[in-house]
């Protein structure tokens, strides 16, 4: 008998703040494929995040292999605007001496 050859839906949806994720779980299509190129199995990854289910992981693995140039670019796209909103909070806020002043913030409590 030869079987029947469906097509599987890809478990990926975009967010509203246009984050990719995984299925119904809040886990996010990058922190799986950092992993996974950190050299994670798909066993090791559903380990560390327990809402993903393992058919979900592996389908969002296969799906990042089959599109990788495009995957690659929208990490690239997240981590440059994680390091614009890092430099914009820096500049907005003098964090230089911030230590110190929770430390004698702490000691007056005490």
């Known amino acids: 008998m030869t079987p ?4 599987e839906e890809i ?3 975009i967010d509203a703040d246009g984050v990719i994720r995984i299925g119904n ?3 996010m299509l990058d922190t799986v494929v950092y992993a996974f190129q950190d050299g994670a199995t798909v066993e090791e990854i559903v380990q560390q995040y327990p809402a993903l ?3 979900d ?3 969002a693995i296969g799906y990042y292999l089959s599109h990788r140039a495009e995957i690659d670019a929208y990490l690239r796209d997240a981590e440059q605007q994680a390091e614009r909103v890092k430099r914009e909070n820096q500049a907005r806020w003098d964090t230089r001496d911030l ?3 929770l430390l004698a913030r702490q000691s007056t409590r005490e």
């Open 53 to 55: 289910r393992i058919r």
């Open 57 to 59: 992981a592996y389908l």
């Open 25 to 27: 779980t809040r886990v």
């Open 99 to 101: 230590r110190e002043r």
């Open 4 to 7: 029947t050859i469906v097509q």
């Open 11 to 13: 478990p990926l949806r």
